[in-house]
């Protein structure tokens, strides 16, 4: 950008332009995007830049910048109109980073958000990683999402779903699925109504699984006890060949003859 041009113009320009870039070189994107952040503090520019960020930091698989930028957009823009776009964001760029950030590192992203907000982005957060199979981080964030919704006395039906189909195939199953038949499906969105029928059936499927019989102290006797020693001829037969047992076999074999010619 010539040195000319006003700050304010290339940083419009640098916004523009960001998500085109990043396709292309997203580490230049994302400089032009802290460009802005320097350049146009407390402005839309400013909100529109961390908005924007988050996902280009998660696709270079940079952890701690996508946590500057989240913990940077809620100190500041808390209550902004986009609020909503930028929880949409950060989960998905939660979900790019997958297993490289932490629960207890997105944990420390969520507080700072007011319990309004939080409630919203821990359940899109949950489901989007029950369709992502990553059910032991759905587990810690929808237990959360019930915890708070029964603090803010709102309905959790959402989050007591979230937390039984991430049960499912667990030790929990038929607590899991008990938990399942119980949710009024009215309270539900149609995707959500998907899913829920879908944990039921594979529930039930694995519920349905026959359990392995323990086995009799005597039945456990009888498989240990030895068995008779075969006759010394099976036996041999029995023992796979091994070169050098055949290879020394022979030798006594050629010894006991010359000792044989000798004796005559």
């Known amino acids: 950008m010539p040195a000319d041009v006003p700050s304010e113009l290339a940083a419009s320009i640098y916004l523009v332009t960001a998500t085109q ?9 994302l400089k032009r995007l802290d460009y802005i952040r320097l350049n146009a503090p407390g402005t839309l520019l400013e909100e529109a830049a961390l908005r924007r960020g988050l996902i280009i930091a998660a696709r270079l698989g940079d952890k701690d910048k996508v946590r500057l ?7 500041r823009f808390t209550f ?3 609020s909503e776009d930028f929880f949409r964001q950060l989960v998905d760029a939660l979900m790019e980073l997958k297993d490289k950030i932490g629960n207890d590192e997105i944990e420390e992203i969520a507080a700072l958000a007011w ?3 939080r409630l919203p982005f821990y359940l899109r957060l949950a489901r989007g990683a029950i369709v992502s199979g990553n059910l032991s981080r759905a587990s810690y964030i929808s237990e959360r999402a019930d915890a708070l919704a029964v603090a803010l006395k709102t309905d959790d039906t959402q989050a007591k779903l979230y937390l039984a189909i991430s049960n499912v195939g667990s030790d929990k199953t038929g607590e899991a699925k008990y938990v399942l038949s119980k949710l009024p499906r009215e309270r539900l969105h149609d995707r959500d109504v998907k899913l ?3 944990a039921t059936a594979m529930a039930g499927k694995i519920l349905a699984q026959p359990v392995p019989q323990m086995e009799t102290p005597q039945q456990a006797a009888v498989k240990t006890a030895p068995s008779p020693a075969p006759a010394r001829a099976e036996a041999i037969a029995l023992e796979p060949a091994d070169p050098i047992i055949d ?3 022979k030798k006594l074999d050629a010894i006991d003859a010359l000792l044989g010619k000798a004796r005559k």
């Open 21 to 29: 870039l990043s396709a292309i070189d997203a580490g230049t994107a």
């Open 69 to 75: 930028l989240a913990r940077n957009y809620l100190q």
């Open 80 to 82: 902004s109109p986009y």
């Open 115 to 117: 319990p309004g907000a």
């Open 196 to 198: 829920l029928d879908a």
């Open 247 to 249: 290879e020394t076999r």
